[in-house]
């Protein structure tokens, strides 16, 4: 299975006005400056699908894209999904009273969305114990639903020494461990994706 087409559909505050929950839906999120959007435009091959920003915390909005999987079921040929890239949390340099706001919504989205299917939990690999990280991470784990998962896909693996990464994949034998720079890991954070939302 490979994703065939990754386009940009629309930019929402919180739940109010996003999209029709007609589809299956994968949050990306992660800290400011933890490689979320090149992520997203290494797994989809879109060079500008998500935008980068110099500035760690700039995007403040829920984006949404879909997603076309080409399969090799003659009988049901395309499968399709949302790719939802969350802010990045930590770092942004906002005002109190936006932050607040802000804060509520995506807390909103993620508690009470129920196309939400995956939570994709990027973390960078060499500052996976980080006291933000550990807490996004139990607060999934408390809100997380029977019919959903969560993913902890630790990035820029390529700045690691081997021993380091091996004592990380030790550690967290369910992570996948990705590096945009050499486009690896990025197979596997598909096809956990895709076994658990189309059982392929």
Request: hydrophobic content about 35%.
């Amino acid at each position: 299975m490979r994703i065939t087409e990754a386009k940009f559909l629309q930019s929402a505050q919180g739940i109010a006005d996003s999209p029709s929950p007609n589809r299956a839906e994968v949050a990306f999120l992660g800290r400011s400056n933890v490689g979320k959007s090149s992520l997203l435009n290494t797994l989809t091959n879109r060079k500008g699908l998500a935008k980068s920003s110099s500035t760690p915390g700039k995007t403040q909005l829920i984006n949404y894209f879909e997603i076309n999987f080409k399969t090799d079921n003659e009988e049901l040929p395309y499968l399709y999904a949302r790719f939802v890239d969350l802010p990045g949390f930590g770092y942004a340099k906002v005002a109190k009273s936006i932050k607040a706001e802000w804060n509520r919504n995506l807390t909103a989205y993620l508690e009470q969305r129920q196309c939400l299917q995956i939570f994709v939990h990027l973390i960078d690999s060499r500052h996976p114990l980080l006291d933000i990280d550990k807490n996004v991470d139990e607060f999934l784990r408390t809100i997380k639903r029977g019919d959903q998962i969560i993913i902890q896909a630790f990035t820029k693996i390529d700045k690691l020494k081997m021993n380091d990464l091996a004592k990380l994949k030790r550690e967290y034998p369910d992570g996948i461990f990705i590096s945009n720079l050499k486009k690896k890991g990025m197979i596997d954070l598909q096809n956990k994706i895709t076994g658990y939302l189309f059982g392929h």
